[in-house]
């Protein structure tokens, strides 16, 4: 099975299903964030279901009180949506309200620069958090693998670890696996490439050796 999740975010519907069409042999899921739903509409996550037949995780990292996250995860689950990502950082209450819906993955820590921040510091409490929940996952950076060996370490073994930021972001495939994720999410690196079904490949060969 594929440890490779491809990232799709771009704005437009036809670029979007060829992409993932030529690409899905290699990948185990397909992430739409906020730029493809607002430029293709909600209806494009049941297109990609059908076209790729695989997983579809709804990144729409949910941070709101628990019943507005519950009316945006109510129908985006309705569209189709395997996984939809949540905040941890607002509470338990609000990531019960999506995990009461579907399958949940938690952010208990992100990719870029600015994470060290202000999530960084409270990683512990939203690994605390997620052993209490028990989501299907969470969310950690790739772009420092360190980090992701010190969630595994941490985190309950059947609560899978995700790790966006591969490619482009800077972060290691193999690196990051070895370090204890389960699944590395890869956008510009495959969709903005001139190949992105050889580029989806190549990744899948390297990963599938760890």
Partial sequence: ???????????????????????????????VNWP??????????TELKQVTG????????????????????SRVFEAGADYIIAHGFVGRDSVKAVMELGKTI????????GAKEFIQPVTDKLIEMANELRPFGVIAPATRPERVAYIRE????EIKILTPGVGAQGGDA?????????????????YAS?????????LYEEIEEV
């Avoid at 594929?2 to 979007?16: C, G, H, N, Q, T």
């Avoid at 069409?21 to 185990?28: F, N």
Wanted: aromatic share 4%.
């Fill in 36 to 45: 493809l739903i607002i430029g293709s509409g909600l209806g494009i996550i």
């Fill in 1 to 31: 099975m594929s440890r490779l999740i491809l990232a799709l975010d771009v704005y437009e519907r036809e670029k979007a299903l060829e992409i993932a069409e030529c690409t899905a042999e290699y990948l185990w899921a397909v992430k």
């Fill in 106 to 113: 938690m952010v208990v820590e992100m990719s870029h620069p």
């Fill in 194 to 202: 001139e190949n992105p079904r050889e580029s989806a490949k190549r």
């Fill in 54 to 73: 695989l997983p579809i995780i709804a990144d729409l990292k949910l941070a709101d009180i628990p019943n507005t996250n519950k009316l945006i995860a």
């Fill in 174 to 190: 193999r690196a990051v696996l070895k370090a204890g994720a389960d699944y590395i999410i890869v956008g510009r690196s495959i």
């Fill in 154 to 157: 941490r985190l309950k073994p």
